[in-house]
């Protein structure tokens, strides 16, 4: 049985069997992820969003092998239609951070000016450390592209990495990473950083770094952190729209 066959004829992009393998492949390894997370109170290895990760990989690697094909043939012929339907989705949710802002916009009209430059100035900080840490550990320039716009929510982080020469799944398990290790550790670094008092701090911090999975720890700590983290979430990835490129460019990466 060759893997056409398994699948039917749904390599015809007028059938749906495809795109119904990827949307399934995804929400499977999900909600065992979730069940992981809850059975082991909340151990931050088995975050859902990492689990899906690590276990879709490992599975379309697994059904590549038992079909005979390569990796990244199966993935782009078998996952990617399914795959890009869930992707689609990412925008909408990502614009649904406007609510929480909306509810605590009196914090946002109080600090726009302190929010927006510390932000700005965080970001442009914090690329020149990818770079150069990159560097450091002997990366090439098309995965250096792929490191700098990490500090954006995947949906936007990933276009910004195909432009900029990167690969954008790299740019997306980085992410992940990024979000995985700041839900796991928020607490602790609020203590480290005295950030129990000011919830404009956390909540900035904890959007620019952990995106929505960090907004999402933001608002379990309340209404002030989740405007913040919703807000660093959007201005953190219109400035990485706009100054990723040119710095890739200045750097040499494409």
Not at 13 to 37: R, T
Not at 119 to 126: A, E, F, N, P
């Amino acid at each position: 049985m060759t893997w056409v066959n398994f699948f039917g004829n749904a390599l015809d992009p007028k059938v749906g069997g495809i795109a119904f393998f990827g949307i399934f492949l995804s929400l499977a390894v999900f909600l065992i992820g979730q069940y992981l997370f809850k059975i082991s109170n909340g151990f931050f290895l088995f975050q859902p969003l990492f689990v899906g990760m690590v276990l879709g990989i490992f599975i379309l690697w697994l059904m590549a092998k038992w079909f005979g094909v390569s990796l990244p043939t199966f993935y782009m012929s078998a996952y990617k239609p399914g795959g890009d339907i869930l992707f689609w989705f990412l925008n909408p949710a990502t614009i649904a951070f406007a609510i929480p802002l909306y509810r605590r916009n009196d914090v946002v009209k109080k600090f726009w000016l302190e929010i927006v430059l510390s932000l700005i100035v965080g970001m442009i900080i914090s690329l020149f450390v990818i770079y150069y840490v990159s560097k450091i550990f002997g990366l090439n320039n098309q995965m250096i592209a792929s490191m700098l716009p990490q500090a954006a929510t995947t949906a936007i982080a990933m276009p910004i990495s195909g432009a900029t020469g990167g690969i954008p799944a790299v740019t997306a398990m980085a992410c992940i990473l990024n979000a995985v290790l700041i839900y796991a550790l928020a607490d602790v670094l609020i203590k480290v950083f005295r950030l129990n008092s000011d919830p404009v701090g956390a909540g900035l911090g904890l959007g620019t770094a952990g995106h929505t999975v960090g907004s999402a720890k933001a608002v379990q700590l309340g209404s002030v952190q989740g405007a913040m983290a919703s807000i660093a979430v959007v201005v953190i990835s219109i400035v990485v729209d706009i100054v990723v490129p040119p710095f890739a460019h200045m750097m040499g990466l494409f």
